[in-house]
């Protein structure tokens, strides 16, 4: 009877490891997007939330070391998994509560104000989850007298894998936030409901029917997430608000004027006619006569109405996220013209594989402050977009910037644009003006914009001759244009310089040391090789490699097939069933724990690394189906992970000491390896040094410390 109630236990154990892994990845996804739309995010804000997660979840390993001081395990352990079902839904709400409060409301947040508030909102989930690794880990070990932290590892994994699956493929696509929470929490507390009478705590069952009761009473009592966005968008009154798989959308009307965000972000503004007349007429004055129109993205409004003066014949308006579009039809625009064709695909995925030529392109995307919009201002982009140009085919985008004046990383930012753009076409120009706008062009461009618009008989409010001073516009123009540096190096796809000039512009604004966080972080990691184990600082390398290495690939799939959002969820869940596999399934490559085993694989990670750069040209240049170079995409994330998986399994074995000891160590630094890699790579490496460059980066990492096992060890 003993034996039974004691493998029954040790079951409940596994499932609650499970579980934990089951409500992190849906914590991190969800809370990760929404503090991404309340701090106007980039790539360095993601890599400053990610550090600070994986930081205080290590910490709370670590802190885990006092789990063997704890009586009632039980009672406690599931006290800390109800704790984990709620602290969601709280600390997202709290996120749009206090944005406002804690910082002035329309100003951009800081990275120091990122840091240090996201380190606070996190803090309680993160702590508690990884205090509860290493408790599991204890309690296991106390049970049955092993060691079973690789077991406890790749069930947490299969739990993140289950979540992924979950969140990636049905609520984003159907719920909005505070629903999804919702859903999570209930899930969570009916199953913890269920493992108390287990685990022999049916006093429980009253806590837990209580908050079950409270979060479902409070879903359809009130409507949180109205709530919530009415916190974050003060004195506007929102008309419409969804989550999407693309961001989230937000529109508000101030008196007349509606506006639109995405991730708190103003996309456009009806009643703007200064931007829209320049937007559309500074290329239809160079064009002769264009029939065929690109639009990519941007706003419907104002814009098709503009290009309807001319004779066009049709215009094809490309934009990804359909629920943008049906915001815009439901809101400004319930009928649309004739000759309008609506795309909803991947801006750069659909100039790739169209074979239709146009007369003129609109690019009305954002500036390239993520990695992500980065992939529509390099050299591979523009060539690709040639192809479906006609002859005298004119292109034109905006950037922000004063005609008057351009700060150090304006001008570099300008310049790179600009020389990228010369690459492929033989003619650019800067037309300044509310936004600076470059055109591009294989026939010749004039500064003299109201002139050729009057020719043409358009009728316009302000881009005419009453309004715009023709000789001034040429004299702006040509001093931007003298102000550029043609040394600058162009922007290319696995080589995203124009992204880390924009976080350079960005952090200015702030007047912030774009490089006090990689020197704080590279001292962290000087100071970890000299005082953490020699084992455990391989693990370091280990959990640095396999973050810096999803990076690289899931940047690489982006930039060769878009943003296809359903795949590169699957490849974030296909990381995690590698984690899972490599520590359940160590003992198949690697029968033995031995430390001749744990240097062979240290070995194969630095090959696998160095080969990677050759692997992502093969990939771009391959002729392939598409569908076969993704599934060898998949394949690489699955072996990386695979290979950080056996690498903590050994690395959790080879040690000799307190079970609740080694958890702790071997978890927490792996967490630390894992932020400082994701960090790292994403703000500084990849922008600086390009996706092949930073390969070689990381087989260096885990070359030093296999150089220093061997050293330290004498083995």
Known sequence: MIREKLKSDIRSYFILALLMGFISIGTQIILLRELLSIYYGNELVIGVILTNWMLLTGLGAFAGKLSGKIRASNTVLLIMFMLLALLPFILTFLAYYLRNILFVYGTMINLFQVFYSSLLLLLPFCLISGFLFTFLSHILGKATNENLISKIYGWESLGSVIGGVIFNIILVWFLDTFESLMILGVAMLILIGILAIRLRQKWMSFPVSLFLIAIISVHFMFNIDQKAHEFLYKSQDIQYFRSTPYGNITVTKTEEQINFYENNMLLFSSHQPIQTE??????????????????????????????????????????????????????????????????????????????????????????PSTAQVNRFYTHEFYTALKQNLSKEAVISFGLSGSSNYLSDETKSLYSSVYNTLKQTFKHVKIIPGNTNYFLASDNRLSYNVTDLIHEKDIQTQYVNKYHIDKKRVQRRGEKIAKLLDDEVQINRDFSPITYFQKLNQWTSYFHFNFWIPFYIIVLLAVFLFIRVHPVNFVMFAGGYAGASIEIILLIAFQVLYGYVYNLVGIIVTIFMAGLAAGTYYRSLIFKKVTVGNFQRLQIVMILFSLMLPLLLIIFRESTLHATLIQGLFMVLMFVTSLMVGMLFSLASNLQINKIVNIASGVYSIDLIGAAIGSFLTTAYLIPRLGL???????????????????LRCGK
């Open 278 to 367: 320049e937007t559309v007429h500074f290329p239809f004055s160079q064009a002769s006569n264009p029939k065929n129109i690109l639009l990519l993205s941007g706003s419907m409004s104002g814009i098709i109405e503009e290009i309807n003066k001319y004779p066009v014949s049709e215009i094809d308006y490309v934009e990804i996220n359909p629920w943008l579009i049906k915001a815009e039809k439901e809101i400004i625009n319930p009928t649309l013209p004739g000759n309008l064709n609506i795309i909803n695909k991947d801006a750069r995925y659909y100039i790739e594989n169209s074979k239709k030529q146009y007369d003129l392109v609109i690019i009305n995307l954002p500036e």
């Open 692 to 710: 092949m460059n930073v390969c070689f980066v990381t087989s260096a990492v885990i070359f030093v410390a296999a150089v220093s096992y061997r």
